[in-house]
């Protein structure tokens, strides 16, 4: 299993992301962490997912979930063909129903289990590989699958993290003052956690993982 988790985009460490990935720089980029938002809005967002990872080499293509909802099969042929998976930021409850309804979910940790392809998210596209979604409710609001696709939102994380990935701690951005509560909420509730600053990454490859700071 390769996995590469950042808090803020590539990190400081995009090197890594490159190691992991070796020859093959083709990367699928999943935006559906921005689905609850206006369609110019979220096309922007990821629009500028693309155009970072071409600048680093990468042949990109947007694989919008949405389009697979019901369709798992083409999914999952669409997926294998790439050296890695881009999952950015944004809502990680709108995120991970995106993934439960297309079946993404299952998917990708086929592929993760065969060493098929590179997993690299960041924020949000990291947080879903959690054992639970709970505490990020203090930082994103639940309610935005209901906007996205009119169910309600899931609360269980695909669980190939065995702690809570916590992005932004103490970080210049709006985020990171509730994100300190959610740290609090673990601290008490005894909550496995590791906490992120914006640069930060941590990289897996294999059973073990190693923290790149």
């Not at 949000?124 to 906007?147: I, K, M, W, Y």
Request: net charge negative; with cysteine.
């Amino acid at each position: 299993m390769r996995l590469f988790l950042s808090s803020w985009k590539l990190g400081d460490a995009p090197e890594l992301l490159d190691d992991l990935v070796g020859g093959v720089r083709t990367a699928a980029v999943i935006g559906n962490a921005l689905d609850a938002l206006p369609a110019p809005q979220r096309q922007q967002a990821t629009g500028r997912e693309i155009a970072m990872l071409r600048e680093r080499g990468y042949a990109t293509t947007e694989v919008d979930l949405r389009d697979h909802f019901g369709n798992t099969a083409a999914l999952a042929e669409h997926l294998a063909g790439f050296g890695a998976v881009w999952v950015h930021g944004g809502n990680p409850f709108v995120l991970r129903l995106a993934m439960a309804l297309s079946g993404a979910d299952a998917i990708l940790t086929g592929l993760l289990a065969r060493d098929a392809l590179v997993y690299a998210g960041w924020s949000a596209g990291a947080c879903v590989l959690s054992p639970s979604l709970h505490g990020l409710e203090l930082v994103d609001d639940p309610a935005d699958t209901v906007t996205a696709y009119g169910q309600p939102a899931p609360w269980e994380g695909l669980g190939l993290l065995d702690y809570a990935f916590v992005p932004h701690y103490r970080s210049p951005i709006p985020e990171s003052e509730p994100i300190e509560r959610v740290v609090k909420r673990y601290e008490s509730e005894g909550v496995p956690y590791r906490a992120f600053r914006d640069g930060e990454v941590t990289v897996i490859d294999g059973p073990s993982a190693a923290a790149h700071r």
